[in-house]
């Protein structure tokens, strides 16, 4: 996980509101990297495309129905300004609730194409044959519903430029390794001491340093046993951490 090869430079962003794409362009940690030119975003708005004066992108699905359709032609005209902008073998990836949802093994496999394009639809969906005729990968951010693809492919997009050599600080990028340990983070505290009563962990005072790691560890281990068990494999803990869940489980057992 450690030093894999980031390719990722270019990014396309195919959308009917191109403007919300300022969310991730002019803030944080990824507005400092858009300026630094990191990386670099084209914006393609389909409604360049249409055909008719009031820019219509959408239409009635054929067999009958509610909601609108995208209109295949108009995607696939934008697919294609979008490649000849960032380059000919850039992945297309639809953001769709139909898709594969996103982890972040899939943010590995991703960052190693030097160009992605993200087609963000609104309305019902897409024309089934731009998915098949132009589009690699259709991807999902999880099990709720939005509005549009535009704050998913961004969320995405957030997670990709994450990985690119020189956004984040060296301390972040280390730490950011340390989180592919597949855990839950352990709980923080800062000043006061004192907060409505409740006192920091007198551990976290001590000094103590090999004492806060090992604590640290601990809670990161049961704050995911006890709330995301599905990200737990004991194949990929150390014989610790396994004797461990050993020993609270023989517990909870009495
Ligand atoms: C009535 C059926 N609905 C499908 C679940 C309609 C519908 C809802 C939301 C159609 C499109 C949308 C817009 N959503 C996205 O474009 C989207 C999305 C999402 O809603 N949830 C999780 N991931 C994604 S990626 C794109």
């Not at 990014?11 to 009917?16: A, D, E, K």
């Not at 389909?46 to 067999?63: L, Q």
């Not at 956004?167 to 409505?196: K, N, W």
Request: proline share 5%; charged share 25%; with cysteine.
């Amino acid at each position: 996980m450690t030093d894999q090869t980031v390719a990722l430079r270019k990014l396309g962003f195919i959308s009917i509101f191109p403007e919300m794409l300022s969310g991730l362009t002019d803030w944080g940690v990824t507005g400092r990297a858009a300026r630094d030119e990191l990386f670099t975003v084209e914006t393609i708005d389909p409604r360049e495309f249409a055909t008719d004066k009031h820019g219509t992108v959408d239409d009635r699905p054929y067999g009958g129905g509610p909601g609108m359709v995208m209109k295949a032609p108009i995607l696939a005209q934008s697919v294609r300004k979008a490649k000849t902008l960032l380059g000919g073998d850039a992945l297309v990836i639809a953001m769709s609730p139909q898709g594969v949802a996103v982890d972040e093994a899939m943010i590995s496999r991703l960052v190693a194409h030097e160009a992605i394009i993200f087609v963000a639809g609104r309305y019902e969906g897409f024309d089934e044959r731009f998915l098949e005729s132009e589009v690699d990968l259709e991807l999902s951010v999880g099990d709720m519903v939005v509005s549009g693809g535009e704050m998913p492919a961004m969320l995405v997009m957030d997670s990709l430029i994450r990985r690119i050599p020189g956004v984040l600080g060296d301390e972040m990028s280390a730490e950011q390794d340390s989180f592919v340990d597949g855990l839950l983070d352990c709980p923080h505290y800062t000043r006061p001491e004192i907060f409505e009563g409740r006192a920091v962990p007198e551990v976290l005072l001590s000094g103590d340093h090999a004492r806060i790691a090992d604590w640290r560890s601990a809670q990161a281990l049961q704050r995911t046993l006890n709330r995301r068990p599905d990200l737990l494999d004991p194949a990929d803990l150390t014989d610790e951490q396994r004797a461990m869940l050993a020993r609270w489980d023989a517990k909870a057992q009495s």
